[in-house]
C-alpha cells in the first residue's frame, strides 16, 4: 500500500514561496537545501501548500540561516 504523499507541484510552489518570502535565488544554497527539506518531508507525509511551507520556514529558523 502507499503512503500519502505531497504532489510534486505543491513542493515546486511551496519552494517558490519561500524563496519569495526570503528574498532569496532559486539557486542560493539555502534555497537548495530548503528544497531537499521541503521533498523530504513531502514524500513522508501528505501536505497542504500551506503546512508545507510552514514546516520549511521552521526548518530555516532552526537551521540558522535567517
Excluded: Q
Excluded at 527539506?37 to 526548518?59: H, I, Q
Amino acid at each position: 500500500m502507499l503512503e500519502k504523499t505531497t504532489p510534486i507541484k505543491i513542493i515546486r510552489a511551496t519552494l517558490d514561496a519561500f524563496c519569495d518570502e526570503h528574498k532569496l535565488s532559486i539557486g542560493s544554497p539555502a534555497a537548495l537545501d530548503a528544497a531537499r527539506t521541503g521533498l523530504a518531508l513531502g514524500a513522508a507525509n501528505e501536505y497542504t501548500a500551506t503546512e508545507l511551507l510552514a514546516a520549511v520556514d521552521r526548518w530555516y529558523r532552526e537551521a540558522n540561516y535567517s
